[in-house]
């Protein structure tokens, strides 16, 4: 029981490291490549879409930067809570709670910066979002302009 306990704890902490890690890295590094990731789209956008879509993302900058350090605090009180010797499911639960708030509240900032980009898409580009689903969805959850993975032809913030 105490292993099946651990190794819960262990899955959970994991899950909060994971995206909080590739979000620093993504940070680090500039923030990316438009042309590899979802900043741009994996290769679906033009090079006025990816600077149309960089611009929106900076101009929401000054809403995603505070909650992106609630969001850092908040994955820290989680992964404390499931750290902590007299862990119980409630209080876990609470903090997981509270991050999730916030990221739902980081992805519909990045809703609306996705929605003004919508209206430049052409059918075609639109079906090869539907196609790969996934490229969209992460640009929701942690992307931005430069969210995405670092590869293609560079590009984004750090040129």
């Known amino acids: 029981?105490?292993?099946?306990?651990?190794?819960?704890?262990?899955?959970?902490?994991?899950?909060?490291?994971?995206?909080?890690?590739?979000?620093?890295?993504?940070?680090?590094?500039?923030?990316?490549g438009d042309r590899g990731g979802a900043g741009g789209m994996g290769g679906?956008?033009?090079e006025e879409q990816r600077t149309k879509l960089r611009e929106s993302m900076q101009g929401a900058r000054a809403e995603i930067t505070p909650l992106m350090e609630k969001l850092a605090a908040a994955?820290?009180?989680?992964?404390?809570?499931?750290?902590?010797?007299?862990?119980?499911?409630?209080?876990?639960?609470?903090?997981?709670?509270?991050?999730?708030?916030?990221q739902m509240d980081l992805a519909m900032l990045r809703l609306k910066t996705l929605k003004e980009l919508g209206a430049t898409l052409t059918?075609?580009?639109?079906?090869?979002?539907?196609?790969?689903?996934?490229?969209?969805?992460?640009?929701?959850?942690g992307g931005g302009a430069g969210g995405g993975q670092r590869g293609g032809g560079g590009g984004g913030r750090n040129q």
């Open 123 to 141: 059918d075609e580009q639109k079906a090869q979002i539907n196609e790969r689903p996934g490229i969209a969805y992460m640009m929701l959850l």
């Open 44 to 46: 679906i956008l033009t």
């Open 1 to 32: 029981m105490k292993i099946k306990l651990f190794l819960v704890q262990l899955a959970v902490a994991a899950g909060l490291l994971c995206p909080a890690a590739s979000q620093a890295l993504a940070q680090a590094q500039g923030g990316g």
């Open 75 to 102: 994955q820290k009180e989680a992964i404390k809570a499931v750290l902590a010797k007299d862990t119980d499911e409630k209080s876990v639960r609470a903090k997981l709670e509270a991050v999730s708030k916030i």
